[in-house]
């Protein structure tokens, strides 16, 4: 990614010289062409108000803009009668509103705000060629009337995990600012390397920031570091680094939350400075995802720690002037809360029924300070558990129920839920896509997400800020990769978040976007043309099964084969639902002019039983973060894969109990449970699974117990636990499969590990 200083920034747009059809993204409000064209040449210039410090800002960031691609610097000029005029008008109501009019004879912007005005700009430049041409440009006339639909218009990146330079944050920032985006989320501090200066804590860049380099290995498989072992890769930026970017965010309407960490996800600083932790002892920065023996939260019953963070986040607050500040609160580990006398103490002084209230404690405490500071705190969901803090925000994003109940609450939220936000997740494919977390969010996917859940009212809405991509980087270590996943996604969810909802459609907004992708071209940067890959939509219902295919490509057909052979161009071509009336596996690939374009074909398992289309019933609920097709994906014939979030019921922390009615007595011989084993999801085969079987639903014999025959470490595979019996009626089936273990050696070593279910087959 190459850094353009300044104001100018990569224009990433459509570009056609005097195109006819205008490809802004996100799509305005209001958008009427008109006949004729405005000539920008060297005669142009951009009449101002020239006392106006924010107009002039505008003004030189506009000129730098078609210089870059024309090669005409335009000047500024205080003349009412300026054919190209930027103006400060009450009669736009909306504060980040702007009313574009292009016209023969000249250009005029109009906002409220100098937001507005910029992203005017941003509009007028997404009518402009990508290519410097040295010559005269026309502009298509057109009226444009124009604000957003949420506040909240963000985009996280992670640089613990891995270390992204200045320059490379503030291309992000160009990204961001192209689009519309307003909150850049900056996650500083995490396990794997603390990336911000604190002058008073020394030891938090000069160790913290540091680790021992294994990215030659893939992120859960790295060993952890030796003593003997030199730490080479890292970094941080320094305050004046950090105050630099942050003007230069503010300049184009970015406003940056800082995330501070805490109280888990601390082990880089416990690394620095041992004693904040429970057990106090030394350890080493870690490498990778192999947390074994290592300390990764703040003692929450030292109060040493809260005077520590308070100094911190005092150097935080003089950085970044914005209104919010991010704490974290995730994914703590509250074992060695219950072990810790520092914390069962202050549990016992404080009248803590547990360590959920623990953590609300520990939470409360450091919005208070925030709160004397003037500062807002926003958490992901998890600062819910144990109370929430009289003021907080949260940021939801295990799901949308986190958000649900802040919202009724009335505290403000920010969606964020990893289905559609989590741009780590693969967006095509994955055959032939480069190695991610997991997870599945396409284009479309994003383009589709509604931030505002059916569960609130319209008081309730009210409280949603907005939403925001998310962008972990365990698997994400160059500037390449950095742009491939978050480009074209980040233009899909930047019309979520301005365009109203009932202005969007998809198909028009995919025939924009492949100006965009010339633009990238242009520009030399990653991204992803496209997932090729087909969707296979099974829907069984009455004991029968269809199976209806789709592309998000524009244009395209889908060739099928349901033999297991590979599909070409020659074979079948999808028009209607496939009837599957047997066993069978199908294959499709998206071609486009006849020719293949998928990088593997898509494929399915469906296996024919008796139980298609039977109702399940769980003793214990699977989790709503694995919710797959529905309630019934047990019996609906469709086999999993390997891609987690598609065909599976996850369970964690409970058995799987489930009950199925076959609706008549039915003469049986083998009932299987398929189950997935992957391993660094912490998603293990059940030690073992009981088969029952009933004739009236209230009294089960049971008809066998088939234990677990495969390698607990064996890193990933799929498994059918299948009881073999004389053929013997039955009507009601209870399967019953018990959670294993993770095992020595793994991150999550002896903790329940996920049971993932994807069919209950019955022949």
Excluded at 389 to 406: D, L
Excluded at 476 to 490: A, C, K
Excluded at 566 to 589: D, G, M, Y
Aim: net charge neutral; aromatic share 10%.
């Amino acid at each position: 990614m190459k850094f353009i200083a300044g104001f100018l920034f990569s224009v990433l747009t459509s570009y056609c010289l005097a195109q006819s059809n205008v490809s802004i993204i996100p799509k305005p409000l209001s958008l009427q062409m008109e006949t004729g064209f405005y000539v920008i040449n060297a005669k142009s210039t951009i009449g101002i108000d020239i006392n106006n410090k924010a107009l002039q800002q505008a003004a030189k960031f506009l000129s730098a803009a078609i210089q870059q691609v024309s090669g005409i610097g335009l000047k500024l000029t205080s003349n009412n009668s300026s054919a190209i005029q930027l103006v400060f008008s009450n009669t736009v109501k909306e504060v980040e509103g702007y009313e574009l009019g292009i016209h023969s004879t000249g250009i005029i912007i109009k906002a409220k705000t100098k937001a507005g005005l910029i992203y005017g700009i941003q509009s007028l430049l997404q009518t402009l060629p990508q290519i410097r041409t040295n010559a005269s440009i026309q502009v298509p006339c057109m009226q444009v009337i124009d604000y957003p639909r949420f506040k909240w218009r963000g985009m996280h990146l992670d640089v613990s995990r891995h270390f992204f330079g200045p320059e490379v944050i503030k291309e992000y920032i160009n990204l961001m600012a192209a689009y519309k985006m307003n909150v850049f989320h900056w996650h500083l501090v995490d396990d794997q390397g603390w990336r911000i200066e604190i002058k008073k804590y020394p030891a938090l860049t000069n160790i913290g920031a540091w680790r021992v380099d294994q990215t030659n290995k893939v992120w859960g498989d790295r060993p952890q570091a030796k003593p003997n072992e030199t730490p080479t890769y890292g970094g941080f930026y320094t305050q004046a680094q950090l105050k630099e970017i942050v003007a230069y965010a503010q300049s184009l309407n970015i406003t940056i939350v800082p995330e501070i960490e805490m109280p888990g996800h601390a082990a880089a600083a416990i690394a620095s400075y041992p004693e904040l932790s429970c057990t106090q002892k030394p350890q080493l920065p870690l490498t990778g995802g192999n947390y074994t023996n290592v300390s990764s939260n703040y003692c929450a019953g030292n109060d040493q720690v809260i005077s520590f963070l308070q100094d911190i986040l005092t150097e935080v607050m003089a950085i970044f002037p914005a209104e919010y500040l991010h704490i974290g609160g995730d994914e703590v580990d509250k074992a060695a809360w219950k072990i810790c006398a520092k914390c069962q103490a202050k549990m016992k002084q404080e009248g803590l029924k547990d360590e959920n209230e623990l953590q609300s404690y520990f939470i409360k405490k450091i919005e208070k300070f925030l709160v004397a500071h003037h500062k807002k705190m926003i958490g992901w969901d998890e600062i819910l558990e144990g109370g929430l803090a009289p003021e907080a925000s949260v940021m939801s994003w295990r799901g949308e129920a986190g958000g649900i109940e802040a919202a009724k609450m009335k505290h403000s939220v920010v969606m964020t839920p990893g289905s559609p936000c989590y741009f780590d997740n693969y967006q095509a494919g994955p055959e032939g896509e480069p190695l991610a977390i997991g997870g599945f969010n396409t284009l479309k996917k994003v383009y589709d997400y509604e931030p505002i859940p059916k569960e609130l009212n319209s008081q309730e809405a009210a409280f949603v800020l907005g939403a925001q991509g998310n962008l972990w980087t365990e698997f994400i270590s160059t500037t390449e990769q950095l742009e491939y996943m978050v480009l074209p996604r980040m233009l899909a969810l930047s019309e979520v978040l301005w365009t109203p909802s009932n202005n969007k459609n998809f198909t028009d907004f995919n025939n924009r976007l492949q100006y965009h992708f010339r633009g990238f071209e242009q520009k030399g940067l990653h991204y992803c043309a496209g997932n090729f890959s087909v969707a296979i939509n099974p829907i069984s219902s009455n004991g029968k099964l269809n199976v209806s295919l789709s592309s998000e490509i524009l244009n395209a057909q889908i060739h099928y084969t349901i033999d297991g052979s590979e599909p070409t161009n020659q074979s079948p071509l999808f028009s209607q639902p496939i009837a599957i009336s047997s066993s069978a596996q199908l294959r499709a690939v998206t071609t486009l002019n006849n020719q293949v374009m998928s990088k593997q074909s898509a494929k399915q398992d469906f296996v024919m039983h008796q139980a298609i289309g039977t109702a399940v019933n769980y003793t214990t609920p699977y989790s709503k973060y694995y919710p797959a097709d529905g309630s019934n994906t047990l019996t609906d014939g469709v086999r999993g894969t390997f891609t987690i979030g598609k065909n599976w019921h996850g369970f964690s922390e409970k058995i799987l109990i489930a009950t199925i009615d076959l609706g008549s007595a039915k003469l049986v011989k083998t009932i299987a449970l398929g189950c997935l084993q992957k391993y660094r999801d912490w998603i293990f085969l059940p030690q073992s699974v009981n088969f029952e079987a009933s004739t009236d639903g209230l009294n089960f014999t049971a008809i066998s117990t088939v234990k677990n025959p495969i390698d607990i470490n064996a890193k990933e595979i799929m498994h059918a636990f299948e009881a073999v019996f004389a053929p013997t009626n039955i009507r009601f089936i209870r399967v019953t499969a018990t959670n294993n273990l993770c095992p020595s050696g793994h991150p999550g070593a002896g903790k329940p590990a996920w049971i993932f279910a994807d069919e209950l087959i019955v022949k």
